[in-house]
């Protein structure tokens, strides 16, 4: 076995002292041929004390040999003190199993908290067997290049999304030096035009809407609620008499579970808000015919939502908690009836009708549309605007009114 070179050593004849002058700038020996074996060899120290010797077909095959080994040494020194069970290969789905579980599920509501654990299953399908200390940038790119290929930009910009959380968690833990997820640019969304209906389209539809959902409806196309904060609303959160509702919760889907209450999904929109006349008389008939209901069938689910016995609003013939989906057919079949085009309209189609409606109209600016439906960030509210109406002709005459000692009003087109 060859002996471990001490590199060559250069002499001073005056002092009598040497040098060694082909030693690793880290201290260990460089690579040498062994004629023995027709190979190079790259000695290092271990952090035990011995010495490796990885060969190589080439001098650099022999250093990138020992260079690996020293990273998989500081690899697993560095890991050894890991807790929560993780050890130096805990993998992708290993990092996305305990994210999930610890840290996304008292984040979000619930239906976002199921969407999350869809979206999960793909990343485990393309990324999961990867050690998160190793998932590289490329890796990333390729695994949402796969997902656009899929056909759903999308999809696949959600998962990019979900992927950065999860890694910058991975980063946090000690599991990765880098969240190369965050370095891949998320997908561009392709312009689409949205449904929305006018003012007028809106009382046509209210008309038609069978009574049962017409409040619902209302909610959504008046007042521009979320269909999740309508049906989550109780009878105690509602003063007819003053015109006022106090905006706590929501209802929404989850699979497997059903209907299940919980926060508003930000925290702008809850609180005290006025009601529309139309919707104060939408919600007194809703009144009476749950009434009817309830006389019929002599008994009443009983709800619990935060340790308090509530009266929702919005219920079956038989008490129990009214789908969405029950209100989009309904918003659909009396669009059909009242000869508008049924196709893209649902429930938040509503609330995009009010943002359009109210910022095209010229009388509100984006932060006050924002007030009213409860954006959190003005920049939510401008993607829900479908079209500005006559708002651009308004401020250039507010804009040469200022400008322009020329300008004269035009009389409108009548």
Not at 41 to 53: E, I, L, N, S
Not at 94 to 108: E, F, G, K, P
Not at 316 to 339: E, F, K, N, W
Request: aromatic share 6%.
């Amino acid at each position: 076995m060859p002996k471990t070179p001490r590199g060559k050593r250069i002499v001073d004849a005056s002092t009598g002292t040497f040098q060694v002058v082909n030693k690793a700038p880290n201290g260990e020996a460089v690579p040498y041929f062994d004629k023995s074996r027709g190979v190079w060899v790259a000695p290092w120290r271990k952090p035990d004390g011995k010495v490796g010797r990885p060969t190589g077909k080439t001098r650099v095959l022999a250093a990138a040999s020992r260079d690996r080994h020293m990273a998989r040494a500081a690899d697993e020194e560095r890991f050894a003190a890991l807790d929560e069970g993780f050890e130096a290969d805990s993998t992708v789905a290993d990092v996305t199993a305990w994210w999930l579980q610890n840290v996304a599920r008292h984040r979000v509501r619930a239906t976002t908290f199921a969407t999350y654990r869809k979206q999960a299953r793909l990343i485990e399908a393309g990324l999961g067997d990867t050690p998160a200390r190793q998932l590289q940038h490329a890796q990333v790119a390729a695994f949402i290049s796969d997902l656009l290929d899929e056909g759903s930009a999308s999809r696949a910009r959600s998962v990019r999304t979900l992927l950065v959380q999860i890694m910058d968690q991975a980063v946090g833990l000690g599991l990765a030096a880098e969240n190369f997820a965050r370095q891949v640019r998320a997908p561009k969304l392709p312009e689409v035009q949205r449904r929305t209906v006018t003012p007028a389209e809106t009382q046509q539809l209210l008309a038609e809407v069978d009574d049962r959902f017409t409040a619902a409806v209302g909610l959504c196309y008046v007042q521009g609620w979320r269909i999740s904060e309508a049906l989550g609303l109780a009878w105690g959160d509602i003063d007819l008499d003053s015109g006022t509702v106090r905006l706590r919760r929501g209802s929404t889907y989850t699979d497997g579970v059903g209907m299940v209450l919980g926060p508003t999904k930000t925290q702008r929109t809850a609180g005290m808000q006025s009601l529309s006349p139309t919707v104060i008389r939408l919600l007194s008939i809703r009144r009476q015919i749950q009434d009817d209901d309830r006389a019929k069938v002599g008994g009443w689910p009983d709800v619990e939502y935060d340790g308090e016995h509530l009266d929702l609003v919005f219920t079956t013939a038989a008490g129990s908690p009214m789908l969405r989906q029950h209100v989009d057919r309904a918003i659909r079949a009396a669009a059909t009836r009242a000869g508008i085009d049924p196709t893209g309209l649902g429930t938040h189609a509503g609330r995009r009708s009010v943002v359009t409606n109210l910022f095209a109209s010229g009388a509100m600016d984006l932060g006050d549309v924002a007030l009213f439906v409860g954006h959190s960030d003005t920049s939510t509210t401008r993607g829900y605007v479908q079209h500005e109406g006559d708002r651009p002709r308004q401020i250039s005459e507010r804009a040469f009114e200022l400008l322009d000692s020329d300008w004269t009003a035009q009389p409108d087109d009548a």
